[in-house]
């Protein structure tokens, strides 16, 4: 059984960074990508950030370019997603997801696992 336990969340001001990690167990991690995703209150969830399984490529959400950065330790078996420069719009549970395949993707279908997720509130 694939477990993911996101750790990380928390309050912080605006323009404060956080850094989450994800840990997962039950799986060879590092033939696969992963992923982080978000929601915040009343929205759907949306992509944030995707790492390929041997993190030379990643994908990000255009209104995160810049300041968030997602990167893995393979002989962890954990992914990390640094977020700084934080907005009031970054707040939302923060969900980490493992890859179907080797390279990542946009679509909640490119994941077939998911963590519980994680709380970031960014204070004005």
């Known amino acids: 059984q694939v477990q993911l336990q996101e750790s990380g969340g928390g309050l912080v001001q605006a323009g404060g960074s956080l850094r989450l990690s994800c840990a997962v167990s039950?799986?060879?991690?590092?033939?696969?990508?992963m992923g982080w995703f978000r929601q915040a209150p009343g929205k759907e969830r949306e992509f944030v950030a995707g790492i390929s399984w041997n993190g030379h490529a990643t994908l990000y959400a255009d209104s995160v370019k810049g300041r968030f950065t997602i990167s893995r330790d393979n002989a962890k078996n954990t992914q990390y997603l640094q977020m700084n420069n934080l907005k009031p719009e970054d707040t939302a549970v923060y969900y980490c997801?493992?890859?179907?395949?080797?390279?990542?993707?946009?679509?909640?279908?490119?994941?077939?696992?998911w963590g519980q997720g994680t709380q970031v509130t960014v204070s004005s």
């Open positions: 997801a493992t890859g179907k395949i080797a390279f990542t993707g946009t679509s909640e279908s490119s994941y077939d696992n």
């Open positions: 039950g799986r060879t991690f590092s033939r696969y990508a």
